[in-house]
């Protein structure tokens, strides 16, 4: 795969020799792909904007390079990198319409008016705004504002598209239906995106890659997929997703499977992760959705475990089931409401808790 973009190394420090420094980012690597969609996920002040205003040129490097397809750009000004940015705030020119919006930049570069003409048209039909070509950004809505805004940046043909959270402003199924939307213009337009989020739904729905950061530091990079079911440490599976730790000691092991003593004596079977030992202080955890939930008489599975629902959250389409399963050990499960909406447990029944050795996994740190 072509690298579109090769972080190398890379440190900002705001305030350096004052008696504060604040270290933004430390000795971060990474590569973005070309035609990728490629998101920066963590939770705020974790260096991920920074990121992205190193690449795009509005802040310097205190250390480390930044390549943008093999030439080095971490010296280069802003407006010579072929590069461009939709910020969360859209920043549209009032006084102007739509068209007049997306063809300020192509008119500072001094194109010609018949290239204006006919880019501005590609670009309004990419976001579907042709039709409003003629309004004012009052005149709009957040949603429609912020097709305007990408139309904008994508007009020039960037060869990367750095959005900073450009969907925050907008309301749930607003954000929702803009997903997609962004993910289909991605494949459309061909240009790596380089998305930034602390929302993890965003980041699990949209993208091809995601590196997690925290505290200026890559945590894990990978696919949805691998940043959900393998995460590396804590803070990952902490962060994406709803999850259950368990701290404990290992008391047997094989090659696939290991032995868990949680509690007093309790007994967890998890899937080996590797180079571990008898007698390694681990964490385990176990995904909500993994654990299957039944009354006694109902449980089908010799892997059940007794429990008693000590609380819920209902939460419409499903429910968050605190099972209490004795020996100080608590198990946040997730069960959908009966066909009549009914919640199927109540607090104080006694349940069924299963779930396979093979959902529950030790973290490799």
Same mark, same amino acid.
């Given at each position: 795969?072509?690298?579109?973009?090769?972080?190398?190394?890379?440190?900002?420090?705001?305030?350096?020799?004052?008696?504060?420094?604040?270290?933004?980012?430390?000795?971060?690597?990474?590569?973005?792909?070309?035609?990728?969609?490629?998101?920066?996920?963590?939770?705020?002040?974790?260096?991920?904007?920074?990121?992205?205003?190193?690449?795009?040129?509005?802040?310097?490097?205190?250390?480390?390079?930044?390549?943008?397809?093999?030439?080095?750009?971490?010296?280069?000004?802003?407006?010579?990198?072929?590069?461009?940015?939709?910020?969360?705030?859209?920043?549209?020119?009032?006084?102007?319409?739509?068209?007049?919006?997306?063809?300020?930049?192509?008119?500072?570069?001094?194109?010609?008016?018949?290239?204006?003409?006919?880019?501005?048209?590609?670009?309004?039909?990419?976001?579907?705004?042709?039709?409003?070509?003629?309004?004012?950004?009052?005149?709009?809505?957040?949603?429609?504002?912020? /097709? *305007?805004?990408?139309?904008?940046? &994508?007009?020039?043909? $960037?060869?990367?598209?750095? #959005?900073?959270? +450009?969907?925050? =402003?907008?309301?749930?199924?607003?954000?929702?239906?803009?997903?997609?939307?962004?993910?289909?213009?991605?494949?459309?337009?061909?240009?790596?995106?380089?998305?930034?989020?602390?929302?993890?739904?965003?980041?699990?729905?949209?993208?091809?890659?995601?590196?997690?950061?925290?505290?200026?530091?890559?945590?894990?990079?990978?696919?949805?997929?691998?940043?959900?079911?393998?995460?590396?440490?804590?803070?990952?599976?902490?962060?994406?997703?709803?999850?259950?730790?368990?701290?404990?000691?290992?008391?047997?092991?094989?090659?696939?499977?290991?032995?868990?003593?949680?509690?007093?004596?309790?007994?967890?079977?998890?899937?080996?992760?590797?180079?571990? /030992? *008898?007698?390694?202080?681990?964490? &385990?955890?176990?995904? $909500?959705?993994?654990?299957? #939930?039944?009354? +006694?008489?109902? =449980?089908?599975?010799?892997?059940?475990?007794?429990?008693?629902?000590?609380?819920?959250?209902?939460?419409?389409?499903?429910?968050?089931?605190?099972?209490?399963?004795?020996?100080?050990?608590?198990?946040?499960?997730?069960?959908?409401?009966?066909?009549?909406?009914?919640?199927?447990?109540?607090?104080?029944?006694?349940?069924?808790?299963?779930?396979?050795?093979?959902?529950?996994?030790?973290?490799?740190?």
């Amino acid at each position: 795969m072509t690298a579109a973009i090769d972080i190398r190394g890379v440190t900002k420090i705001y305030n350096p020799g004052s008696n504060q420094p604040v270290k933004a980012l430390d000795d971060v690597s990474l590569t973005i792909n070309d035609n990728e969609f490629f998101t920066l996920l963590g939770p705020s002040g974790c260096g991920k904007t920074t990121l992205l205003r190193l690449i795009a040129g509005f802040e310097q490097v205190s250390g480390g390079e930044i390549m943008l397809f093999d030439d080095e750009i971490e010296n280069l000004e802003p407006n010579r990198r072929p590069v461009n940015t939709v910020f969360q705030h859209y920043a549209l020119f009032p006084h102007m319409t739509v068209a007049q919006n997306v063809a300020f930049g192509l008119e500072r570069l001094k194109k010609p008016r018949p290239e204006i003409k006919a880019t501005v048209e590609r670009v309004l039909s990419l976001v579907k705004m042709k039709h409003l070509a003629d309004r004012r950004p009052n005149q709009l809505s957040g949603g429609q504002q912020q /097709r *305007v805004a990408l139309a904008r940046a &994508l007009a020039p043909s $960037p060869k990367v598209l750095l #959005l900073d959270e +450009p969907l925050s =402003a907008l309301d749930l199924k607003l954000r929702q239906a803009m997903r997609e939307e962004l993910k289909q213009l991605q494949k459309e337009t061909g240009i790596t995106f380089v998305f930034v989020t602390h929302d993890q739904e965003e980041a699990l729905a949209m993208s091809d890659r995601i590196a997690v950061m925290s505290e200026g530091e890559v945590q894990q990079i990978g696919g949805p997929t691998d940043i959900y079911e393998h995460p590396l440490n804590r803070f990952v599976a902490d962060f994406i997703g709803d999850t259950n730790f368990l701290d404990g000691e290992i008391v047997d092991l094989n090659e696939d499977l290991v032995t868990c003593r949680i509690g007093e004596q309790s007994m967890f079977e998890a899937e080996n992760s590797g180079g571990h /030992r *008898v007698g390694d202080r681990v964490t &385990l955890f176990l995904r $909500p959705e993994k654990i299957r #939930l039944s009354t +006694p008489d109902d =449980a089908v599975s010799t892997e059940s475990r007794p429990g008693t629902v000590a609380n819920i959250v209902y939460l419409g389409n499903q429910a968050a089931y605190t099972v209490d399963m004795g020996d100080g050990v608590e198990l946040t499960a997730q069960a959908r409401p009966r066909e009549d909406g009914k919640l199927p447990f109540a607090v104080g029944d006694s349940l069924a808790v299963g779930f396979s050795a093979r959902a529950l996994r030790v973290l490799a740190q």
